[in-house]
């Protein structure tokens, strides 16, 4: 397999402020929507700007829409009048409550904003240092993730071995978690172990999230890697191209049944069927322990125009009276889950006791 194009020497990894970043200007996010194409600041300068950036993934991945929430709480308090505290405290409560609704799988969103709901409903003003208490806070929330991911790198390592070929889905790097990455947490922690670590990389259809995001910051980090087509994945395996399935999260229900972008879950079977183990990165922050399984975890499901938008050719992929389903995500069952990895360390069957423990012990701290 060869590694993917670097265009030379690499330019360095994100940093976590370049993904995502709260200042006097508003919320201010590198745009997934335009990558690789062009890396571009967007600007939200008020709460709303936030929630239409979550809807319409600028900013994606469950764990960074939880930062992008948290600081669109922030937000929602810098731009309210500090001298009316009751107001104020109404517009957070709005604001809350329209960006906990933005995405409905991902509960990183709904957490962090519980938390901020939280600090604001705790602090007794005035109103200038309750703004200032809930701007630390969306920043706290930013940095307890990176620093999650982090955790979730060193504590898979052990799991790699030497010249792993490693296949993963979608985007779980820097840009879905605000820094660093879950799946591709643990590809660079074993990279900078094993630098004959490779990477597959199914392009994740229908918004390429693979092939426009993951393959980027691959290249950027000078990663080797291989982009396949979604339908190239049962081969590659067959081949004996992939060693470990390493995958991140939405959330997962008390059970260890895990959503993930659509396509994971029959990925987890080929790789069964392959004798391949599947590992799940997330951090506690992803375990929704009040979802006990996976059939209650819900599935947004997405525009039509997204699948028909797909083209060949530069013609129309489909006709536009064509029926369309567009589920951004599905469920894959623990049973196919080799182990689950959090900050808190590897986990392994039963997920309903050692997932309960690790939540417990992250909300104890």
């Not at 600007?43 to 239409?52: F, I, L, M, N, T």
Request: one cysteine or more.
């Amino acid at each position: 397999m060869g590694a993917g194009d670097l265009n030379g020497a690499a330019p360095p990894g994100l940093a976590p402020h370049e993904v995502i970043r709260l200042t006097g200007a508003g919320v201010e996010m590198l745009d997934q929507t335009l990558l690789p194409a062009r890396e571009e600041t967007l600007v939200c300068p008020a709460w709303p700007q936030v929630v239409e950036a979550i809807r319409r993934l600028s900013i994606r991945g469950a764990p960074a829409i939880g930062v992008a929430g948290a600081m669109g709480v922030a937000l929602a308090a810098a731009r309210a009048d500090a001298s009316d505290l009751p107001g104020l405290r109404a517009e957070v409560g709005r604001a809350a409550a329209a960006l906990r609704s933005a995405r409905p799988t991902a509960v990183n969103l709904a957490w962090a904003v519980d938390r901020m709901c939280a600090v604001a409903d705790a602090h007794p003003g005035p109103g200038d240092a309750l703004v200032a208490a809930l701007a630390a806070a969306a920043r706290a929330v930013h940095d307890d993730e990176v620093a999650r991911c982090r955790a979730i790198g060193a504590h898979a390592l052990p799991l790699m071995g030497r010249g792993a070929r490693i296949m993963t889905i979608c985007n779980a790097g820097a840009l879905a978690t605000g820094g660093y990455g879950t799946a591709l947490g643990v590809v660079r922690s074993a990279h900078a172990a094993d630098p004959s670590v490779r990477v597959v990389v199914p392009e994740t259809r229908p918004l390429l999230q693979g092939s426009r995001l993951t393959a980027w910051e691959l290249a950027r980090d000078g990663i080797p890697h291989t982009l396949i087509t979604d339908s190239m994945v049962a081969a590659m395996m067959a081949a004996g191209a992939v060693s470990h399935v390493v995958v991140g999260a939405d959330r997962i229900a008390a059970n260890g049944d895990a959503a993930n972008k659509i396509g994971t879950y029959g990925m987890a079977v080929l790789a069964r069927e392959h004798g391949i183990p599947v590992i799940v990165a997330a951090p506690t922050t992803t375990v929704d322990l009040s979802t006990p399984g996976g059939r209650d975890i819900p599935i947004e499901e997405r525009a039509a125009a997204e699948v028909r938008g797909l083209s060949l050719f530069g013609r129309p992929g489909s006709a536009d009276t064509t029926p369309v389903a567009n589920p951004a995500f599905d469920v894959t069952p623990a049973r196919l889950i080799s182990a689950i990895v959090t900050e808190a360390g590897v986990h392994r069957p039963p997920y309903e006791r050692s997932l309960r423990a690790a939540v417990e012990d992250s909300a104890a701290v």
